[in-house]
């Protein structure tokens, strides 16, 4: 893996853990992204090393789902299964899916492939295999319809 995949490997796990914050705490979007920039991006927490991540992406992504917030939750409803809500879905996860299809939708730059396959990984992060299993078959319903 390159040091840019793996800045923007960071950068990804990083935008999910902003985004869920903000949700949970309301923290305002320019205070939330200081804050990252600051105390976590690429910081020694605990004794842990975080990598760096490339912070022009990250702040694209966090960005860009605080704005287009509403565009993405209905794009993801859209293609739960009947019966499925987002109010259904647990925080981290619906972060992880409002990352996803922000980056499909916005970013084209990055290959389908590979946005699922980063997603996938951010699942494993919090969940066992069968949620990382939908957060494939969620994002590859997604890319089909954003970007063709």
Do not use: C
């Amino acid at each position: 893996m390159t040091d840019r995949s793996k800045s923007r490997s960071a950068a990804r796990l990083a935008a999910v853990q902003a985004l869920y914050q903000k949700d949970m705490e309301g923290t305002p979007l320019p205070m939330l992204l200081r804050e990252f920039h600051e105390y976590r991006l690429g910081q020694t927490i605990e004794d842990v090393t975080y990598t760096e991540a490339e912070r022009d992406f990250f702040d694209d992504l966090v960005a860009g789902v605080d704005k287009r917030r509403s565009e993405i939750d209905t794009l993801i409803e859209g293609k739960l299964a009947q019966g499925w809500s987002l109010a259904r879905l647990d925080k981290p996860m619906h972060q992880i899916l409002r990352a996803g299809a922000y980056e499909l939708m916005a970013r084209p730059d990055v290959p389908t492939a590979t946005v699922i396959t980063e997603y996938v990984d951010v699942a494993h992060a919090f969940y066992d295999k069968r949620e990382s299993g939908f957060v494939n078959g969620l994002l590859d319903a997604i890319s089909k319809d954003v970007r063709g």
